[in-house]
């Protein structure tokens, strides 16, 4: 049997990942903390369990907000430096998206600007009053997370090659 302080970290690399997952406007503590026990394999009824999970989430939200203060900072700084050139994430309305390919018929690799951090998404589109629109059947991924999964293409390329 794992001690709880065993338990304590499986369930805090738990947090860490499905915040890191979900989005953060959708996602509820009670969904945070059933799916935690489940990857952590740990009772929910442990004494310790929802008051822990509370203050992961807390830490995670406050350092998120941290680190968007500090990337604001840095933008303006960018700003200042980059004289008259416009990135396009400047130049994307907030949730607007701009279709980069057609991955399918339905699925595309678009770059959006959501509350003005610029996300790279794959996702599934329909077609509404002559609009394609995006679904939520697809993932969002901040820059640094396509960056981390860029700097993995070649291991991947080589997974996929091994398979066939």
Request: hydrophobic share 35%.
């Amino acid at each position: 049997m794992a001690s709880e302080n065993e338990e304590k970290e499986a369930v805090r690399v738990a947090v860490k990942e499905i915040l890191s997952e979900e989005d953060m406007d959708v996602v509820t503590e009670g969904m945070v903390r059933k799916k935690a026990a489940e990857r952590a394999g740990v009772e929910v009824s442990a004494p310790w369990f929802k008051g822990f999970v509370k203050q992961l989430i807390q830490e995670f939200v406050s350092a998120r907000q941290d680190k968007s203060k500090r990337g604001e900072e840095e933008e303006e700084k960018g700003d200042e430096n980059a004289g008259s050139q416009e990135s396009s994430k400047a130049m994307l309305a907030e949730g607007e998206d701009e279709i980069i390919c057609q991955l399918s018929g339905k699925r595309n690799v678009s770059v959006q600007n959501f509350r003005g951090k610029a996300l790279v998404s794959i996702r599934e589109y329909y077609e509404k009053d002559g609009k394609t629109l995006p679904s939520s059947k697809g993932i969002s991924l901040t820059i640094d997370q396509w960056e981390a999964l860029k700097k993995e293409l070649p291991a991947i390329r080589q997974a996929i090659e091994s398979l066939q």
